[in-house]
Structure formats: structure tokens, C-alpha cells
């Protein structure tokens, strides 16, 4: 365990001034310096100009990308404890990151300060610290920061006893709702008045405390605040969340991005990450909060089998690489890798400890590894310590080693000997590379009507497996709940959007005859696509020809000559194409008021999707919302607000892991 000693451990005493009319701030800091070196090194960012009181200071050099100044501490005074002033202007810079948000910001709606922005003196030695920050509050504002927010007239204080990685600085105009859980504080800031909002997102909160609190060990800090944004984001920081202003007012985020935001204050903020060894946190933070959602609902084999799609789509072929690798999620491969293989291996876990032994252990992992840093393999340890398991072959095996199992079940068979049945099933594994140790879930039907459980330690290439019954097998399914992280056979993923976006290539075809204005459109999308997914090429129906199967072809439009040719492929039993109007089951809707998105639902073709919207404003908003649907096989929108109004998933094929005896 790497500890977080309160040795050492640096403290500030933050008193900030903000000056709103010219975006500058006024700093103060008495750091507490642990250790007794004479000498200690920091950086902040070069738009302040510092000084010190007690102690010599002089900038030694400045960072890469010439954003701050390396300052040198010497002659420090006999307490250790250095008072820093500085002044300067926020000045915003180019945004990046998965929402566009920016490394610092102060105008006249908001303030952004974190670590990344070296507003406060950053220790490299001493990466954790402590702090108390008093605060001038702008006239009409509210300020964020970890902890609890004490008010005193205009100026506001937090204490953070609990040591941190960062010190956040955020504030804007916004409308606060409060109330109190214990000696929680629960908390909404919105940009505008909603007191029926904020009382919703009061009242979930509570009761996602409590259920955490219950399961893992106590909620670590003094309060949880719901925080508005103007980038549409869904991060989680210590003891608060910033949601986008459209985010926050979706009717479903109260229940998915809101627990996994509060869970991650005992996961990556509560215990933090180990960086060098991979991020544990987003995997199990997924598995507590949106997987034990799902299964709440009797979701949850349906939730694992997306993830398996999720990574078959978008990782297993071509950006596949091991999950130690993984640290933050930047495109849909890190994802599939990093959130759904990482949430498949702690589903395995638990499924072979049971939930009273997985959740004794996830308790005693909280006890000893609070306020300090984990690694991966150190959680692993955690969790498989007095168990049948090799800790060091499952984490070579799941956490050193890019790739997944690939299971095919090749043969079986029924003989009757005397009054028993002998059931024989042949497993062969057919990656590449080597076996995998792998406990592989069969379920068998009985003849009547009843079913048994059986586990399958599947360990070599190709293996044989036999049980003997007293009644007649005559059905049996391997891994029929998704419990095993595996790469899913073709015909066990339905048509979905995601199966085209992760191909090799995406071919979009646009219908050359339309308009200037559409056929821009159709190139925004592609833009737009192919910064997300860099695997897209655009080229009229006029030059299309036949492409090889891993190559996914959009028809873009319904002028498009390709549809004569295509047609029949994305007609089935539940939809049916016609020149102006289409069927889906028993619903008829018009081209003229709608926008649709239909798939061939043969999985054993290569990919092939239409986009039917001849409106330019419809198509800048579907290039921007297609993306959210990956799971989806069927969609239809009202044309004039692209508001949607169906969204449907595709049936799967018959398993091939599934055999009638």
C-alpha cells in the first residue's frame, strides 16, 4: 500500500481575492512544508508574479510548454512554514479534453481552476497535500471547492483535512439549493432558478450516499454538491460533479452519471489512482454503479452483453491494447477497454467469490486504502487474497495481456447408458494466441423443464467436457447470461450503429444529385465522424463500387441511386422501405416529417446502414447525436427538431453457443 503519511503531506492556507472586472486574482499561501530539506522546488503559472516573505525565492526555470515558472525555495524558516504572495490575470486558453473544457478560465460567468492550470504553488515532491481556502465571494456568486463551504458575509472557507491531489477553484452566478443528511451537507448550484430540479437531484443524491455508504465504508468527505456547467461534462471531483446544463436536464442522468459521479468519490477520489499500473477506478465505478443499476432492473445480462459488443466493436481488431495500458478514456477503443473489459473483470470476480466474500473485500480495500494510492494489481491482490485464484497468473493473464478469449462450441452429444444420459461438450478456443485459464458458464435444460448450472474450467485450446444425468439433457447454452469476458461470435451481436462506426473503414455515400447545402451537410458529418472514429472516407453514388467485408457502407439520403441496388437489405419482417414512407412493425412514417436510420439486420454481411434525412439543419443534428445510439439498430426522428422518437434494438441472431441435443 502506498501510504499517504500525514508527514508528508504539504498543507496551504489559500486566501484568495478575485477581481471579476479585470479576470485577475490576489493569492496568499503559508505552506506548511513536511520533511526538512533546505531546499524545495514548485512551479506556478507564469502569469503571476511571486514573492516571499520568510524564505528566499528565485525561478530556476520554466516548463516545456512555457506556461510556468520553476521556482527554488532556500533558507526556509525554522517552522517550515513559507509565505508566498502572488498576483496575476486568468487568461483562458485553448480548450481541449473530451468536453472542450479549458485548463483556467475567470470572465464574467465563470471560474476554472485546477491543478492543470498551476494556480496555487505545485509540489512535484509532495504530489499530496492538505488546505484551508478563504475565498472573497463576487457580487451574486457561488464558490466551489473540496469540502465544505463555510460562509461568512461575502467570503467563503473550505477545509480540507482529508489529503488531495488538487485543489479546485470554480465559481460562477449560480442559484444554490441545499440540504442536510447527517452532518452531510447535499448541495445544487444551478445556473437558473429550478427549485423542482434541484429537489430531485437533492433527493437522489441522499439516497445514493446511503446506499454506498452502506455497501463500501462511510462517505468521505462533509458534502456532495451537484454542480451546473456551460461544457457539457460529467466529471467527477472530490465531493462535487460538474454536469453540462444540457446534461444535467436529462430525464435518465439522475440515474446513471449521478451515482457513478458520486460513486467516484470513494473510487479515484477517496482512494486514488496509481497511474503507472493502470486505472482501476472507471472500471469498478462502473461495475458499482451503472452495472448494479441494470441489475436492479433485471438488466444486467443485457448490460454485459453491450459491453462485449462495445469492445468487439470498437477495440478487439484493431486498437486493442492491455488494460494496464489504460489510464483515461479519449476515444471509443479506451472505453470499450478501460470501462467495459475493466467492469467484465470484477463482474468474474465477484462471480466466483460470491457477493458476501466480494463485498467483504471491497470494504476491507476501502478500509486500508483510503486517503492513499492504489494500483491495479494492488486492488486485485486485495481482492483475490485467501482464494483458489494465482493472483499473479490472473493479473498477467487479464491486466498484462491485450486480447480476449474467443469460444467455439464445436461439438455435443447425448448417449444413454442404462438409466443415466452422458453429456459430452466440446470447447475450443480460437485466438490466436495462448489458452486462456477460464471458468465458462454452461446451463443445460432438461427434458422436464428443469435447468442445472454447470461450470466448464476451460484451460486448453480444445477440450472435452462430460457430466452424467439421470434425466435427458436436450438443450444446453454456454455463457448464456454474458458473465465471462470473451470476444462475441458475429451472430451473438445484433445489427447496431456500433458495429458500423468500430469497422475498418466507414464508406459514407452521398446522392450527388442533392443540393449544395445537403451535400455539405453530409461533409460536416463525415468531419465530424471521422475526428471520433478516423476510419471514415465520403464519396458520391456515382463512383461506388463493391468493397471488401470489413468495410461498413453508409447510404446517405433518400435520393440516394444506391437504395434501388439496397433495398432489400434493409427490409425484414419488422421494416419495410417504401418511396415515401416506411414501416416499422405496425407504424408507418412519413419521409416527410421524419429522419431514419435503418440497418440490415444480417450480421453475417458486411455492415450496411441508411441515414434518411434530406434536410440540412436534420443532418448537423443527427452527425452530432448518431454517436449516443451505438447499441441501437433502428431509429426515428421528427424532422424539423431531430427530437427522437423511436429507438429500437435489433433482435440477435441465434447463438452458436447454444445447441439443441
Known amino acids: 500500500m502506498t501510504s499517504v503519511l500525514h508527514a508528508e503531506v504539504l498543507h496551504h492556507e489559500l486566501s484568495v481575492q478575485l477581481y471579476s472586472e479585470n479576470s485577475s486574482i490576489s493569492v496568499e499561501d503559508i505552506i506548511t512544508l513536511p520533511g526538512n530539506t533546505d531546499q524545495v ?37 525554522e517552522d517550515r512554514k513559507v509565505h508566498l504572495k502572488y498576483r496575476g490575470k486568468i487568461i ?23 491543478g492543470r492550470s498551476h494556480w496555487y504553488p505545485v509540489f512535484p515532491a509532495h504530489p499530496n497535500l492538505t488546505f484551508d481556502l478563504v475565498s472573497t465571494l463576487p457580487e451574486g456568486w457561488e464558490i466551489i471547492s473540496q469540502g465544505k463551504g463555510n460562509r461568512s458575509g461575502k467570503r467563503i472557507k473550505f477545509h480540507m483535512p482529508r489529503a488531495q491531489d488538487d485543489i479546485y477553484l470554480i465559481g460562477a452566478p449560480w442559484k444554490r439549493y441545499a440540504k442536510s443528511s447527517g452532518d452531510i451537507e447535499l448541495e445544487v448550484f444551478l445556473l437558473n432558478e429550478n427549485p423542482a430540479l434541484a429537489k430531485s437531484y437533492l433527493d437522489a443524491t441522499e439516497k445514493y450516499i446511503e446506499l454506498y455508504s452502506n455497501w463500501i465504508g462511510d462517505y468521505p468527505y462533509k458534502k456532495f454538491a451537484v454542480v451546473e456547467n456551460s461544457w457539457q461534462t460529467g466529471y467527477g471531483m472530490p465531493s462535487f460533479t460538474l454536469l453540462g446544463s444540457n446534461v444535467i436536464r436529462l430525464p435518465f442522468i439522475i440515474y446513471t452519471s449521478l451515482p457513478h459521479e458520486i460513486l467516484h468519490n470513494w473510487w479515484g477520489n477517496g482512494v486514488f489512482i496509481d497511474f503507472s499500473k493502470g486505472n482501476w477506478s472507471e472500471g ?50 479506451s ?117 442445472i448450472a454447470e461450470q466448464l474450467k476451460l484451460t486448453d485450446k480444445s477440450q472435452q467436457f462430460n457430466f452424467r444425468y439421470k434425466h435427458q439433457p436436450v438443450e444446453i447454452q454456454i455463457d448464456p447470461d454474458y458473465d465471462i469476458f470473451r470476444l462475441l461470435s458475429p451472430q451473438e451481436k445484433p445489427a447496431s450503429l456500433g458495429r458500423l462506426f468500430g469497422a475498418k473503414t466507414q464508406l459514407l455515400v452521398y446522392p450527388e444529385a442533392s443540393s449544395k447545402e445537403v451535400i455539405n451537410a453530409w461533409f460536416k458529418l463525415a468531419a465530424l465522424w471521422n475526428k471520433k472514429y478516423n476510419n471514415i472516407r465520403l464519396v458520391p453514388d456515382s463512383e461506388f463500387k463493391l468493397l471488401s467485408p470489413d468495410t461498413a457502407v453508409w447510404i446517405l439520403g433518400w435520393n440516394n441511386k444506391l437504395l434501388q441496388n439496397h433495398r432489400q437489405r434493409l427490409n425484414s419482417d419488422s421494416q419495410e422501405m417504401h418511396s415515401q414512407s416506411v414501416r416499422i412493425n405496425k407504424e408507418t412514417f412519413q419521409t416527410t416529417d421524419h429522419a431514419l436510420v435503418l440497418l440490415d439486420n444480417d450480421t453475417g454481411r458486411s455492415p450496411l446502414g441508411f441515414i434518411g434525412a434530406n434536410n440540412p439543419s436534420t443532418i448537423n443534428r443527427l452527425a452530432r447525436k448518431l454517436p449516443h445510439y451505438n447499441s441501437y439498430g433502428r431509429l426515428v426522428f421528427e424532422n424539423r427538431s431531430a427530437s427522437n422518437i423511436v429507438k429500437q434494438h435489433l433482435k440477435v441472431s441465434n447463438s452458436p453457443l447454444k445447441s439443441s441435443l
Open 41 to 77: 522546488i514548485f512551479s506556478l503559472n507564469n502569469a503571476f508574479e511571486a514573492s516571499s516573505q520568510n524564505a528566499t525565492l528565485e525561478i530556476i526555470s520554466h516548463s516545456k510548454n512555457k506556461r510556468t515558472n520553476v521556482y527554488q525555495l532556500s533558507r526556509l524558516p
Open 335 to 451: 472505453q470499450a477497454i478501460g470501462y467495459s473489459k475493466s467492469l467484465m473483470l470484477f463482474h468474474m470476480i465477484r462471480s466466483r467469490l460470491g457477493d458476501e466474500i466480494f463485498n467483504t473485500k471491497i470494504r476491507a480495500f476501502w478500509e486500508a486504502y483510503q486517503f492513499s494510492s492504489a494500483s491495479f494489481p494492488e486492488l486485485l491482490a486485495a481482492l483475490l487474497d485467501g482464494t483458489e485464484l494465482d493472483t499473479n497468473s490472473f493479473i498477467t493473464q487479464w491486466l498484462n495481456r491485450k486480447g480476449a478469449p474467443e469460444i467455439m462450441l464445436t461439438e455435443t452429444s447425448v448417449k444413454k447408458i442404462d438409466d443415466t444420459f452422458t453429456l459430452s461438450v466440446h470447447l475450443k478456443q480460437l485466438q490466436n494466441d495462448d489458452s486462456y485459464q477460464l471458468p465458462v458458464p454452461m446451463k443445460v435444460v432438461f427434458n422436464n423443464g428443469k435447468t
Open 92 to 114: 483562458e486558453n485553448s480548450r481541449s479534453g473530451l468536453f472542450g473544457m479549458p485548463e483556467r478560465l475567470f470572465d464574467e460567468k465563470m471560474l476554472y481552476l485546477d
Open 284 to 333: 469498478l465505478t462502473a461495475y458499482m454503479a451503472d452495472h448494479f443499476s441494470s441489475e436492479q432492473r433485471h438488466q444486467d445480462s443485457e448490460y454485459r452483453r453491450k459491453a462485449l459488443e462495445r469492445y468487439a466493436n470498437f477495440a478487439a481488431r484493431q486498437n486493442d491494447f492491455a488494460l494496464k495500458n489504460f489510464t483515461s478514456r479519449h476515444n471509443e477503443a
